[in-house]
C-alpha cells in the first residue's frame, strides 16, 4: 500500500467503514493497541493461526487484528484513518448541532433531554464516529460530548453502562487520558441519581484502576479516580480496600499514589468515626486505634524489609516479593538496576512520606487528645508516656536507618536521608512540650550532620530545612 | 556546561506549526490552542516573536471563538476554559485584548464558577483546582475579577490543601507540583498567599529536586521532568522559597535536555524533544534568570512586561 494509495479519499473510507464494522460485530473488545506491521505475523503466531486472522486491504497487507476481543491496528495506517474518522465525526456532528439549534445548548442539559426528538441516523452517526475517533485520539474532547448529549437523550441506564466500556477500552490504550476519566466521572455521578446498584460498581471501579495503575505506574488520574469512590463507599467497603490495597502496596512499595489513596481511605474512617463519635461521646474506638498502630507496623517492616541484606553482585539485587497469585508463597525474583530504580524499592521514599501522614495523624488524634478530655494529672501522664514510648519507637528507626556500612550502596545513604528528613519533619509538626522533651534527645544539628554526610550536594537545601525547623523552637 | 541553543530553538518551535503530515502532529490538533499559547511565550522570551504573523494568529484565534464567549482548541471545537485562557494569553503576547468582547469572555468564565466556590472546565461539570488558577488568571487579565466570589474561589484552593502542604486537583487528592503551580497562582493573584504555610510547602517543593540530576520531579518517586522546572519552580518563587533548592543543578538540567543539533528541549535528556517541554524549559531557565531571556511572570505565566502592560497599564 503507497502513500499516495492511501490519501485517496475513498480509499480512507473503506478503510474507516472496515474499522467501524469491526467495532460494531465484536461489542466486547476490551483493549485495543496500536501494532507496528511487522508485529501482526507474531500476533498470529502467538494466538496459535498459521493463517492471519486478520482483516486485510485491498492488496492483502493486514490493517486491523482481532482476536479473544483484542484489537489491533496498523501503525501504517493510523494517520488515513484518523483523517476518516474525524472528517466523519464533524460532518455528523454539525448536523447533530443544527438539529439542536433551536433549543438552547448554553447548559441546560435537561431542556434538551426533554425537548427535542432527534433523527435517530444522526445520532446513530455520531456514536459510530465518535467510538472510532476516540480509539485513535483519546482527548478529543468534543467526540465525548457530543456522547454524553446523544445519551441523555436516550434516558436509559444501558446506554450509561455502554460508555463505561468505551471508556475502559479507550483507557487500555492511553490510560492516563483526562477525558476517558472525566467521562467516567461523570456517567458515575449520573447513575448514583438512580441506580440501586452503585456499590457494585464502585466496586467495578477500584478493580478497573486496580488493574491500570498495575501497569501505568503512579497514574495520577487513575488514582485521584480511585480517592473520589472514597466517598461512595460503605464502611465495609473502606475496609476491605484497605485490605485489598495492602496487598498491592506490598508489591509496589514505591507508589507512593496508592499510599495516598490508603491515606484517604484511613481518614474517611476516622471521620465518619468522629461523626459518630459526636452522638456517643465515647472516644476513640479500640478499632481505628489499631489500625492505625497496625498501619504504622506494616510501614516500618516495608521500610526495614531490605535493609542490611547480603548484596552478592552490584549489578543484581535479589528481593523477595509475594507471589502475584498466593500472598503466602514467597518467592525470590531479580531485577536489573533500571527496573530497580523504577520500582524504587532502594529509594522507599513513599514508605517515609506515609510515616510522616500517619505519625502527624498518630500524635494528634491518639495522643495529644487526652489532654482535651481532661486537665487530670494522672491523664496528663498517661499521654506524655504514650508519647515517650512512640517517640522513642521512632528514634529506634532512625537509628538503625542511619547505619552506614563501609562497602555500601546508595540505597543506606538515601534510606538515612529520608530517615533523618522524616525526623525533622515530625519535631516541626509536633505540638510544643512533647517537642522539648523530643530534642532533649535528639538535636537537630545531629539530624544536619547526618544529611550533610550522606549528602553533601544539598547542604544548601539542609541549612534551611534546619533553620526553618530550629527557628519554630521559640 | 553548553549553552541554550536559541537560535535552534526558534528554528524548531517555527517548524512544528508547519508539520502536518505524521499521525502524531495531527493528533494534538484538538489542542492547537494550548500549543499556539506554549509556542508564541517561549518566542516572546527568546525576543523572536516577531517572526509569526500576527494578523493570521489573531484571525486563527477569532475562528475558535463560540457565541457563549469561550474559546475551542481549534475551528469547529467545543469551547472550554483551558482554551479561553491560552486564547486570551496569546492576544496579550501580541497587545490585541481589543479585539474581544471582554465582557462576553468575562461571562463565560465567571459563569462556570460553582456555589462551593470551585470552577467547572465546561459545561458538562467537570471541577478541578486548574480551573480555578485559569479563571481567576483569565478574569484578571481582563481586569474583571469582580464577575465571581473570590472569597469563595479561595475557599475551595485551600480546601485542596494536603497536610504535606501541597496541593491536589479537589479535596483530597494527592499533591501535585502541576496544581500546586495554580493553586499558588490563583492565590498569588487574588493576594491570598498569606493563607499558606510557605515552610511546609517550601518543604515539600525542595524535596522535588533530584540529588544527581538537579531536575525536579512532579510528585516523589518520579523521575525528573523539565515541565516541572516551571511548576514547582514558579511556586517556589511566589511563596520566596527558591533558595531551598540548588539553582546550578537545575539550570544544567534543562540545558542537558536539549538537541542542540535540531532545537527543542525534551522532559529527560536524550528523549524526543517537543514544543510543549521546550516552553517549559525556557520559561524555567528565565525564572532562573538565564542571560539573554525576557523575565518572566511566575503567576500568570506570561513574560514580565506583558503583564505589567496589562495589569499596570505600562
Given at each position: 500500500m503507497t502513500e499516495d494509495e492511501l490519501r485517496s479519499e475513498a480509499k480512507m473510507v473503506d478503510l474507516l467503514n472496515q474499522f467501524e464494522h469491526i467495532l460494531e460485530s465484536d461489542p466486547h473488545i476490551d483493549e485495543v493497541g496500536f501494532v507496528h506491521p511487522s508485529q501482526f505475523f507474531q500476533l498470529n503466531e502467538e494466538a496459535g493461526h498459521s493463517l492471519p486472522s486478520s482483516d486485510s486491504s485491498a492488496d492483502g497487507n493486514s490493517v486491523f487484528w482481532n482476536e479473544d476481543h483484542k484489537l489491533g491496528i496498523s501503525t501504517q495506517v493510523l494517520l488515513p484513518l484518523y483523517k476518516a474518522s474525524k472528517d466523519a465525526f464533524m460532518t455528523a456532528n454539525r448536523q447533530f448541532k443544527e438539529l439542536n439549534s433551536t433549543s438552547d445548548v448554553s447548559g441546560a442539559e435537561n431542556s434538551l433531554c426533554t425537548s427535542l426528538s432527534l433523527d435517530d441516523s444522526i445520532e446513530s452517526a455520531v456514536m459510530k464516529h465518535s467510538r472510532a475517533l476516540l480509539l485513535l485520539s483519546c482527548d478529543f474532547g468534543t467526540a465525548w460530548h457530543s456522547r454524553k448529549l446523544v445519551v441523555l437523550e436516550k434516558h436509559k441506564l444501558s446506554a450509561l453502562l455502554d460508555e463505561l466500556l468505551l471508556s475502559a477500552l479507550v483507557l487500555s490504550y492511553s490510560p492516563k487520558s483526562e477525558y476517558a476519566w472525566g467521562h467516567r466521572k461523570w456517567v458515575i455521578k449520573s447513575i448514583s441519581e438512580k441506580c440501586s446498584t452503585l456499590p457494585e460498581i464502585v466496586t467495578k471501579e477500584s478493580e478497573l484502576v486496580e488493574k491500570i495503575a498495575e501497569r501505568?505506574?503512579?497514574?495520577?488520574?487513575?488514582?485521584?479516580?480511585?480517592?473520589?469512590?472514597?466517598?461512595?463507599?460503605?464502611?465495609?467497603?473502606?475496609?476491605?480496600?484497605?485490605?485489598?490495597?495492602?496487598?498491592?502496596?506490598?508489591?509496589?512499595?514505591?507508589?507512593?499514589?496508592?499510599?495516598?489513596?490508603?491515606?484517604?481511605?484511613?481518614?474517611?474512617?476516622?471521620?465518619?468515626?468522629?461523626?459518630?463519635?459526636?452522638?456517643?461521646?465515647?472516644?476513640?474506638?479500640?478499632?481505628?486505634?489499631?489500625?492505625?498502630?497496625?498501619?504504622?507496623?506494616?510501614?516500618?517492616?516495608?521500610?526495614?524489609?531490605?535493609?542490611?541484606?547480603?548484596?552478592?553482585?552490584?549489578?543484581?539485587?535479589?528481593?523477595?516479593?509475594?507471589?502475584?497469585?498466593?500472598?503466602?508463597?514467597?518467592?525470590?525474583?531479580?531485577?536489573?538496576?533500571?527496573?530497580?530504580?523504577?520500582?524504587?524499592?532502594?529509594?522507599?521514599?513513599?514508605?517515609?512520606?506515609?510515616?510522616?501522614?500517619?505519625?502527624?495523624?498518630?500524635?494528634?488524634?491518639?495522643?495529644?487528645?487526652?489532654?482535651?478530655?481532661?486537665?487530670?494529672?494522672?491523664?496528663?501522664?498517661?499521654?506524655?508516656n504514650d508519647f515517650s514510648v512512640f517517640m522513642d519507637d521512632e528514634l529506634h528507626l532512625l537509628h538503625s536507618c542511619s547505619i552506614i556500612p563501609d562497602n555500601s550502596f546508595d540505597d543506606y545513604q538515601a534510606q538515612a536521608m529520608h530517615s533523618a528528613t522524616y525526623m525533622l519533619w515530625l519535631i516541626k509538626q509536633i505540638p510544643d512540650p512533647c517537642r522539648i522533651e523530643l530534642q532533649e534527645k535528639l538535636r537537630t544539628e545531629n539530624l544536619k550532620a547526618l544529611l550533610n554526610k550522606v549528602c553533601p550536594e544539598r547542604s544548601s537545601t539542609w541549612d534551611c530545612l534546619t533553620g526553618y525547623v530550629e527557628a519554630s523552637d521559640h | 556546561?553548553?549553552?541554550?541553543?536559541?537560535?535552534?530553538?526558534?528554528?524548531?518551535?517555527?517548524?512544528?506549526?508547519?508539520?502536518?503530515?505524521?499521525?502524531?502532529?495531527?493528533?494534538?490538533?484538538?489542542?492547537?490552542?494550548?500549543?499556539?499559547?506554549?509556542?508564541?511565550?517561549?518566542?516572546?522570551?527568546?525576543?523572536?516573536?516577531?517572526?509569526?504573523?500576527?494578523?493570521?494568529?489573531?484571525?486563527?484565534?477569532?475562528?475558535?471563538?463560540?457565541?457563549?464567549?469561550?474559546?475551542?482548541?481549534?475551528?469547529?471545537?467545543?469551547?472550554?476554559?483551558?482554551?479561553?485562557?491560552?486564547?486570551?494569553?496569546?492576544?496579550?503576547?501580541?497587545?490585541?485584548?481589543?479585539?474581544?468582547?471582554?465582557?462576553?469572555?468575562?461571562?463565560?468564565?465567571?459563569?462556570?464558577?460553582?456555589?462551593?466556590?470551585?470552577?467547572?472546565?465546561?459545561?458538562?461539570?467537570?471541577?478541578?483546582?486548574?480551573?480555578?488558577?485559569?479563571?481567576?488568571s483569565c478574569l484578571s487579565l481582563l481586569h474583571r475579577l469582580d464577575k465571581i466570589n473570590v472569597e469563595k474561589a479561595v475557599n475551595y484552593i485551600l480546601s485542596c490543601k494536603n497536610h504535606d502542604g501541597g496541593f491536589g486537583c479537589t479535596p483530597g487528592a494527592e499533591s501535585h507540583a502541576g496544581q500546586i503551580f495554580c493553586c499558588v497562582g490563583a492565590l498569588a493573584i487574588t493576594g491570598s498567599l498569606h493563607h499558606i504555610d510557605k515552610d511546609l510547602l517550601g518543604w515539600w517543593l525542595c524535596e522535588r529536586q533530584d540529588n544527581k540530576t538537579g531536575g525536579l520531579n512532579g510528585r516523589p518517586e518520579k523521575l525528573p521532568d523539565v515541565c516541572y522546572s516551571w511548576w514547582a519552580l514558579s511556586s517556589l518563587i511566589m511563596i520566596d522559597r527558591v533558595h531551598w533548592i540548588n539553582k546550578d543543578k537545575l539550570i544544567k538540567f534543562i540545558l542537558d535536555c536539549q538537541d542542540i543539533e535540531n532545537g527543542g528541549i525534551s522532559d529527560r535528556p536524550d528523549d524526543a524533544v517537543d514544543v510543549y517541554h521546550t516552553y517549559f524549559g525556557v520559561a524555567g531557565l528565565s525564572l532562573l534568570e538565564y542571560p539573554g531571556l525576557k523575565a518572566m511572570d511566575p503567576a500568570y505565566a506570561l513574560p514580565v512586561d506583558v503583564v505589567n502592560r496589562i495589569i499596570l497599564g505600562r
Open positions: 501505568s505506574k503512579m497514574n495520577y488520574r487513575a488514582w485521584n479516580h480511585r480517592c473520589w469512590l472514597v466517598s461512595y463507599m460503605t464502611r465495609e467497603q473502606l475496609l476491605h480496600e484497605l485490605k485489598r490495597s495492602r496487598n498491592w502496596a506490598n508489591l509496589h512499595v514505591a507508589d507512593h499514589s496508592c499510599f495516598h489513596y490508603r491515606s484517604q481511605l484511613m481518614l474517611k474512617i476516622l471521620e465518619d468515626q468522629c461523626y459518630e463519635q459526636e452522638i456517643s461521646s465515647s472516644g476513640y474506638s479500640v478499632e481505628i486505634y489499631l489500625l492505625w498502630k497496625d498501619e504504622l507496623d506494616w510501614d516500618e517492616m516495608l521500610i526495614k524489609r531490605y535493609i542490611g541484606r547480603e548484596v552478592g553482585d552490584t549489578h543484581l539485587l535479589i528481593v523477595t516479593i509475594f507471589s502475584r497469585n498466593t500472598v503466602d508463597f514467597i518467592s525470590p525474583i531479580i531485577l536489573d538496576p533500571l527496573s530497580f530504580h523504577f520500582c524504587g524499592i532502594h529509594c522507599k521514599q513513599a514508605l517515609w512520606l506515609h510515616r510522616r501522614f500517619l505519625s502527624l495523624f498518630w500524635i494528634k488524634h491518639f495522643l495529644t487528645d487526652h489532654t482535651g478530655l481532661s486537665n487530670h494529672g494522672k491523664q496528663k501522664t498517661c499521654m506524655n | 556546561m553548553g549553552e541554550l541553543a536559541s537560535q535552534k530553538h526558534v528554528q524548531f518551535i517555527v517548524s512544528v506549526e508547519k508539520k502536518k503530515d505524521s499521525f502524531e502532529s495531527v493528533v494534538m490538533e484538538h489542542i492547537r490552542m494550548n500549543g499556539a499559547y506554549w509556542g508564541l511565550t517561549a518566542l516572546d522570551l527568546l525576543g523572536k516573536l516577531h517572526v509569526v504573523d500576527v494578523g493570521e494568529v489573531v484571525s486563527w484565534v477569532l475562528q475558535c471563538r463560540h457565541d457563549s464567549g469561550g474559546f475551542g482548541g481549534n475551528i469547529g471545537h467545543d469551547p472550554h476554559v483551558l482554551y479561553t485562557l491560552s486564547a486570551v494569553q496569546v492576544l496579550a503576547l501580541f497587545d490585541k485584548l481589543d479585539v474581544l468582547d471582554i465582557e462576553k469572555v468575562a461571562s463565560y468564565v465567571a459563569g462556570l464558577q460553582n456555589e462551593d466556590g470551585s470552577f467547572s472546565g465546561d459545561m458538562w461539570g467537570e471541577i478541578d483546582t486548574r480551573f480555578s488558577y485559569i479563571a481567576i
